[in-house]
């Protein structure tokens, strides 16, 4: 254990080496891994798709743990939608296979001339040729590699044909219904010819202290089952938000310029539950397996059966693209992941396209809203990058600078990265976690509409500023720990159990606190990453795009209600402030200092990015 | 008394696996456990199935080892790990695909019920395992 695998697909060579203390201490695993291999090994320049850019898969020290979700794994990389800093991580059985080979982690570097998968089997890890695997889809190919190696517990990571072509937005399957789906890492393994990467392993994860460890998770279990929200979670999962946020204005609608949906019964997890819904399943040690199996029984899609819908998926491709049933979101979910496509990225990609296409601004698209057939044609366009769809690959914030005008105000992103599912005109805490997400406009590091709803719609006041940087630390330390959030969002399991948990498994006694500094390091050292590539970048790339302050929601209980430009600037004050950042978003070197991030500075100042002494 | 598995409530989350190992070994390992979730996809289908032992009417597994090995004690299957010979026969035979090996053990993996109290049975999320009598 405490090993890493270094593979550089040019060379074809394995180095395998210990982890430092200080990645085990001062970055713990997951992402905070993620962040420190990149700020040490991707320099200022390196495009996404060069040779020089790495992929960093890592596991932390929660995974394969006896704890409810700990099937987690997280990969980082320099994404293609922002150019900068991005990772996405993924549920399943890959981290604790590939823990169970003997690695914490693997580093993936070069760029190999033909297709290859990684294997990576019980201390071995090896290139093996993917010819014969190119083409297929993510699903395909991670069945196809099962029957090859005559084992179905191997767990694999797997590309589709948008990775191999290197939509900007290709994501990462694994377990066939899981996705590491967010910033394009599935791209840049296209970009390396890795179709796949797979792990078998039979070791002992090494534990501290398993009587304590086993008594931290009995208890977690028990509340976990004694919760009611268990059950809501097992029997719908995510999908319960689609009727949630439709109530509360938040459903994204017609490329998010509506917020309710006047359909959201047809895509919803009631709609699910009783037209497709056959089973569940879980990652890794679940108390709340909410991942659903859904198959379509009837109809011109009947028998396609697919892991999901996820809330974001049923959101941005359903109503955001105002699909008229749970069988054709179930039928699009199917294909994205097939094709290994971003379904979130995806859908505001498809519904941007389409209304640039009503408003005359973009030629060559044929789908329309609420046209199933012809948004099947489209992302099979994206994917095999055909005609519009060519253009279409590269996100809406590239298409929006070539189009210039009214497309870049409609083009629903922030630093590249397309918003996930939560429309925030009328919740000003969840677009500034939005605006200041370290990934671009993603919600898992803050979901702070919950507290808009709970303190007030329009309000804008400092307190919802310095929740959104609670939760960016609270939820980036799952991230970090590399275990589900969910039991903690969704039941209130206390905190303290990671505590109590992380000192089972690692022997180091540290307190809550003192796990959140590391979040709170690794949310500056990433900031950092954004401004080695982007020195000048300014507190204007911390905004939602334009459409959020320009128009009001059309209808509904907040008909009329946009975000307050003062308001919003207001916030990010705030949010800076509480930051130790100064007026641009910049870390200050005193901050820099104080969280252990010291040797950060000279190179950016180097670089021009002027940081203020305190 | 023997243990039942619906596999359509099953969620291929794993923690019966996890659970059992760390009932018999104190390890943090689910590839040594005597139970298995497992999912099969197919083009248009998933399903789970559990793997474990059922205790069969037949006892395939005694019958077939060749090394006198199994016995049925009353309870359970129990394995005299001194005469194993690591033939699998038992794997093969079992009706159930409930029986396992793992690198570290020179003898096959088969559910003890854990003495009359089922741990994997309690853990699951799902409530997809259930002791019957047998």
Same mark, same amino acid.
Request: glycine letters at 10%.
């Given at each position: ?189 296209? &970009? +390396? ?5 797979? =792990? ?5 994860? $090494? ?5 304590? /460890? #086993? ?78 199996? &859904? +198959? ?5 899609? =009947? ?5 999901? $819908? ?5 959101? /941005? #491709? ?297 | ?134």
């Amino acid at each position: 254990m405490n090993k890493v695998a270094r593979i550089d697909l040019t060379k074809r060579s394995i180095r395998v080496q210990e982890l430092t203390d200080e990645l085990v201490l001062d970055y713990i695993g997951g992402r905070g891994w993620g962040a420190k291999i990149l700020w040490d090994e991707v320099p200022k320049g390196v495009g996404p798709f060069s040779p020089d850019n790495k992929v960093v898969v890592a596991t932390g020290p929660l995974t394969g743990t006896y704890f409810t979700g700990t099937g987690k794994t997280a990969l980082s990389s320099k994404s293609p939608m922002t150019g900068a800093y991005g990772d996405s991580n993924v549920g399943g059985r890959f981290g604790v296979e590939l823990k169970q080979a003997g690695f914490d982690a693997l580093i993936i570097e070069g760029v190999s001339d033909v297709p290859v998968y990684i294997k990576v089997f019980d201390g071995e890890v090896s290139i093996e040729g993917a010819d014969h695997l190119w083409g297929l889809g993510s699903i395909e190919a991670e069945e196809a590699l099962k029957r090859e190696l005559n084992d179905r517990s191997a767990s694999c990571l797997t590309i589709g044909p948008a990775g191999e072509n290197m939509v900007y937005f290709a994501s990462i399957t694994s377990d066939f219904g899981r996705q590491a789906g967010r910033t394009g890492i599935g791209a840049v393994l296209g &970009s +390396k010819k890795v179709k796949a990467i797979v =792990a078998l392993g039979s070791m002992d994860i $090494p534990i501290c202290d398993v009587e304590s /460890m #086993i008594e931290v998770a009995r208890e977690a279990y028990e509340y976990c089952f004694k919760s009611e929200g268990q059950r809501a979670w097992i029997r719908q999962g995510t999908m319960q938000l689609i009727l949630w946020s439709n109530e509360n204005s938040a459903l994204p609608t017609r490329n998010m310029s509506e917020a309710i949906y006047e359909k959201a019964d047809m895509i919803s997890g009631d709609a699910m539950e009783s037209r497709v819904k056959i089973g569940n399943h879980g990652c890794f040690g679940c108390a709340m397996p909410c991942g659903q199996i &859904s +198959k379509v029984k009837e109809g011109k899609f =009947a028998g396609t059966v697919v892991e999901g $819908p996820e809330y974001e998926t049923a959101a /941005m #491709i359903g109503s955001n693209c105002a699909l008229n049933s749970i069988e054709e979101v179930v039928k699009l979910n199917r294909l994205c992941d097939e094709l290994g496509l971003d379904t979130i990225s995806t859908g505001s990609v498809v519904a941007f396209a389409i209304e640039c296409k009503r408003k005359g601004l973009l030629k060559g698209v044929e789908a329309d809203f609420g046209d199933v057939d012809g948004i099947i044609r489209l992302v099979e366009d994206i994917a095999y990058r055909r005609g519009i769809g060519d253009l279409l690959a590269q996100g809406t914030k590239r298409v929006a600078e070539k189009l210039g005008g009214e497309a870049v105000r409609i083009a629903m992103q922030v630093k590249g990265l397309e918003i996930s599912a939560y429309e925030s005109r009328a919740a000003p805490a969840m677009a500034l976690a939005y605006g200041t997400c370290d990934i671009g406009a993603h919600h898992n590091r803050a979901w702070a509409i919950t507290y808009d709803i709970k303190v007030g719609r329009t309000l804008y006041t400092p307190d919802k500023a310095k929740w959104v940087v609670y939760l960016q630390h609270v939820r980036s330390l799952f991230d970090i720990l590399t275990c589900c959030r969910l039991p903690w969002v969704e039941l209130s399991l206390p905190l303290t159990y990671y505590e109590r948990l992380y000192r089972a498994v690692t022997g180091i006694d540290r307190k809550l606190n003192d796990l959140l500094l590391v979040a709170e390091r690794v949310y500056n050292l990433t900031r950092c990453i954004w401004l080695r590539e982007y020195p000048h970048m300014d507190r204007s790339s911390d905004y939602p795009p334009p459409r959020w302050f320009e128009e009001g929601l059309p209808s509904g209980p907040f008909k009329g209600v946009k975000l307050d430009r003062e308001g919003y600037e207001r916030l990010l004050d705030e949010y800076y402030k509480l930051r130790g950042w100064d007026r641009n978003g910049r870390p200050t070197k005193f901050e820099l200092r104080s969280l252990g991030l010291g040797f950060v500075i000279e190179e950016l100042e180097r670089l021009g990015a002027n940081l203020s002494e305190s | 008394m023997r243990l039942e598995a619906l596999d359509e409530k099953c969620a291929a989350c794993g923690v019966c696996e996890l659970t059992c190992a760390l009932t018999r070994f104190k390890v943090n390992n689910p590839k040594k456990s005597a139970i298995r979730a497992e999912m099969l996809v197919s083009k248009d289908d998933v399903k789970m199935r559990v793997k474990a032992c059922r205790l069969c009417e037949e006892k395939a597994c005694v019958k077939a080892c060749p090394s006198g090995a199994l016995r049925f004690n009353g309870r359970h299957i129990e394995v005299d790990t001194s005469l194993c010979k690591l033939c699998k026969s038992c794997a093969s035979a079992c009706p159930f695909e409930g029986i396992f090996f793992h690198k570290d053990l020179e003898w096959p993996l088969v559910c003890n019920l854990c003495g009359g109290d089922p741990q994997c049975v309690k853990a699951c999320p799902m409530g997809a395992l259930m002791v019957v009598e047998a």
